[in-house]
């Protein structure tokens, strides 16, 4: 069961809303920080340490204590200073928490829901607390969010023309050998262990709203 239920979260179609985001790609390109298929590589690269780095440190603290998930997404919500990745996280954890309650409806997820109003919800101990209640492993937890890093780089890097379908299939899989050994060294880090690896990334993303024409919301 845990299998299925992973593979429908990676699932494209899965309803989360990440294929909005670029997760910083577009302002990158058109920077001109991104113009060949190295910079492309490099910037996937940076993308997944940032997300080891910057999310699973909160992804593993609410998997593994999901009455504290106040707390954790507090300081997400400090951590995140960057004001358009502050507001891709608190929709894409909204989203991922209000598709997981409507296809896998329970009281747990429902208690989760009811908080709410209380919450910014950011999308890194969201995906802790909803993984967990749904008895995904944490280790397969810390593995998808890695996946979805270089996934929504990847696939926006397709519809913004940077790279085409299979080629950007073969950089899938080339830093998904890459990732799993990322994924194994970030494997017990908790909430003091968050961290910035990619600050010029995390620049490019903020200046998103300031590009002149955007295809994606950051």
Do not use: K
């Not at 995140?80 to 989203?95: D, E, I, M, P, Y």
């Not at 409507?102 to 429902?110: E, F, G, Q, T, V």
């Not at 492993?137 to 780089?153: D, H, P, Y």
């Amino acid at each position: 069961m845990d299998d299925v239920l992973v593979w429908q979260l990676v699932d494209s179609a899965f309803p989360t809303g990440a294929f909005a985001h670029s997760l910083g790609l577009e302002s990158a390109w058109q920077h001109g920080e991104v113009v060949s298929r190295d910079d492309l590589r490099r910037f996937v690269e940076a993308t997944i340490l940032q997300a080891a780095s910057g999310a699973l440190p909160l992804v593993n603290a609410a998997h593994r204590e999901p009455a504290r998930l106040a707390e954790w997404d507090a300081l997400n919500d400090a951590f995140l200073t960057n004001a358009v990745a502050n507001r891709a996280s608190r929709q894409q954890g909204r989203t991922l928490l209000a598709s997981a309650a409507r296809i896998w409806p329970s009281s747990a997820l429902d208690a989760v829901q009811a908080q709410l109003p209380h919450l910014c919800a950011h999308a890194a101990p969201m995906t802790g607390v909803v993984c967990g209640t749904l008895g995904i492993s944490l280790e397969t937890t810390q593995r998808v969010v890695l996946f979805v890093a270089a996934r929504g780089v990847l696939s926006a890097a397709v519809r913004l023309g940077v790279t085409g379908s299979y080629d950007a299939q073969r950089l899938q899989s080339a830093v998904g050998l890459w990732s799993a050994g990322v994924a194994a060294r970030y494997a017990d880090i908790d909430e003091h262990d968050l961290a910035q690896t990619a600050p010029i990334v995390d620049v490019l993303q903020g200046a998103h709203d300031r590009l002149y024409s955007r295809l994606f919301q950051s």
